[in-house]
């Protein structure tokens, strides 16, 4: 894998489902607007579930035994009517992405050129399938070896900042979880 060059204000690297589609150009300021107003919805309901999950736990261990079943069961629910929902959405392929302020860069089988623009989306969630969508301009494109993946290096399209924190929020505790599971 090579490095990112830039660091600016963080820099994370995770596996996840990625897609891309090639653009004929950049995005039209509509369809940037679009993605924006939609990745702060997703950031935010996912964000919820971290901000939950990380919680103060009642102190009192009988009510905590008490309300298990009943989370378990709204788990359950939860799971199902996701299921429901995205049943016809595959998810793509996982690749290693590594992330900067202003760059993203992910092992590609198919070789793309400088100067093409892409659409991005990144899953973040098994069952809540909607992805966060990045534009991005390929900066470059390098070979990894014979039977490798080309690492592809693009910089990013400007998001409004608060698009921008929840997004590195969320790879920071993503990238966190990921380490946890594989040292465990």
Do not use: C
Not at 22 to 28: I, N, S, V
Not at 161 to 184: C, I, W
């Amino acid at each position: 894998m090579v490095p990112l060059t830039d660091h600016s204000r963080f820099s994370s690297r995770f596996a996840l489902p990625l897609a891309w589609d090639l653009l004929d150009g950049p995005p039209a300021p509509q369809h940037r607007a679009a993605a924006d107003q939609a990745n702060a919805s997703v950031l935010a309901f996912l964000l919820q579930g971290v901000d939950i999950d990380a919680g103060p736990r009642p102190a009192d261990e009988e009510l905590a035994e008490a309300l298990a079943p009943l989370r378990i069961k709204l788990d359950m629910i939860i799971d199902l009517l996701a299921r429901l929902s995205y049943r016809d959405v595959a998810l793509p392929p996982r690749r290693e992405v590594a992330l900067t302020a202003s760059r993203i860069a992910w092992g590609s089988p198919l070789p793309l050129r400088a100067g093409d623009w892409l659409r991005i989306a990144l899953h973040f969630h098994q069952t809540f399938r909607e992805p966060i969508i990045l534009f991005a301009k390929v900066a470059s494109a390098t070979a990894g070896g014979p039977g490798a993946d080309i690492w592809i290096e693009a910089d990013l399209a400007e998001m409004p900042e608060p698009v921008y924190s929840d997004l590195a929020r969320l790879t920071f505790l993503f990238q966190r979880r990921q380490r946890a599971q594989r040292g465990s």
